[in-house]
């Protein structure tokens, strides 16, 4: 999975899309959050669940343990791994979701520049990636150690030149579960490793190279170039 995102809809939307009946702790707002080209070390909002509340927090991109000083804040997890090392022992618990709009690859198909592509679902709803992160709570309000990754899977084998991983997506009736403190930590791994939404479930185009530069935003980001979508699998 690249390291770019989008994040464009309200709370709201992402919150109706879970379909939760927990009472919402908003610490986001009611506007649209307007992520068109989020990148790494980006506060984007994140849900996860404390005594019976669904929890929005904007939370930073990327999180690493306090005695990993030697190294960059990774911003994804790789599914079969992350219960079981070290580096992200700490989180593993703390499981949380990450409703996105979409995600972008660049792929290489022999011009001077990679094209970027934009990955969405195909009904246009919103993707409920799994992710483990450490966020205020109870014990403590925000942090400057707070962050998230995003946990992620082999995207089926891949393709030449575009990124082999894609996120660990989750049906609402998953990503709920995944929620609850009270399914077990294998439960969890089980969810991930096996239960994550097919590619048949996503579709691709190709989008403006202006996505390239982080400093770009804006809707006409995310709006298909002339040549139209590809026909074949991207993941």
């Given at each position: 999975?690249?390291?770019?995102?989008?994040?464009?809809?309200?709370?709201?939307?992402?919150?109706?899309?879970?379909?939760?009946?927990?009472?919402?702790?908003?610490?986001?707002?009611?506007?649209?959050?307007?992520?068109?080209?989020?990148?790494?070390?980006?506060?984007?909002?994140?849900?996860?669940?404390?005594?019976?509340?669904?929890?929005?927090?904007?939370?930073?991109?990327?999180?690493?343990?306090?005695?990993?000083?030697?190294?960059?804040?990774?911003?994804?997890?790789?599914?079969?791994?992350?219960?079981?090392?070290?580096?992200?022992?700490?989180?593993?618990?703390?499981?949380?979701?990450i409703a996105i709009n979409g995600w972008f690859e660049w792929v290489d198909e022999g011009g001077p520049k990679k094209q970027p592509y934009l990955i969405r679902r195909r009904d246009?709803?919103?993707?409920?990636?799994?992710?483990?992160?450490?966020?205020?709570?109870?014990?403590?309000?925000?942090?400057?150690?707070?962050?998230?990754?995003?946990?992620?899977?082999?995207?089926?084998?891949?393709?030449?030149?575009?990124?082999?991983?894609?996120?660990?997506?989750?049906s609402a009736q998953l990503a709920r579960e995944w929620l609850d403190s009270a399914t077990p930590k294998?439960?969890?791994?089980?969810?991930?490793?096996?239960?994550?939404?097919?590619?048949?479930?996503?579709?691709?185009?190709?989008?403006?190279?202006?996505?390239?530069?982080?400093?770009?935003?804006?809707?006409?980001?995310?709006?298909?170039?002339?040549?139209?979508?590809?026909?074949?699998?991207?993941?």
């Open positions: 999975m690249c390291g770019r995102l989008t994040q464009y809809h309200g709370i709201h939307d992402f919150v109706a899309a879970l379909s939760m009946p927990n009472p919402l702790v908003n610490n986001v707002g009611d506007r649209p959050l307007d992520h068109y080209n989020a990148a790494p070390t980006t506060q984007l909002a994140l849900f996860h669940q404390e005594s019976g509340y669904l929890h929005a927090d904007r939370v930073r991109w990327g999180w690493r343990p306090h005695w990993a000083k030697d190294r960059a804040a990774p911003i994804n997890a790789r599914v079969e791994k992350v219960a079981h090392g070290p580096f992200f022992r700490a989180i593993w618990p703390h499981r949380a979701i246009r709803g919103a993707i409920l990636c799994a992710a483990i992160g450490q966020y205020p709570n109870a014990e403590h309000g925000p942090s400057e150690h707070d962050g998230f990754v995003i946990i992620t899977a082999d995207s089926e084998g891949g393709m030449v030149d575009v990124h082999d991983r894609r996120p660990v997506s989750l294998e439960r969890a791994e089980q969810m991930a490793l096996l239960q994550g939404e097919p590619t048949e479930a996503f579709e691709w185009y190709q989008v403006d190279r202006a996505v390239g530069n982080v400093r770009n935003q804006g809707s006409h980001l995310i709006r298909p170039v002339e040549e139209g979508p590809v026909s074949g699998p991207l993941f």
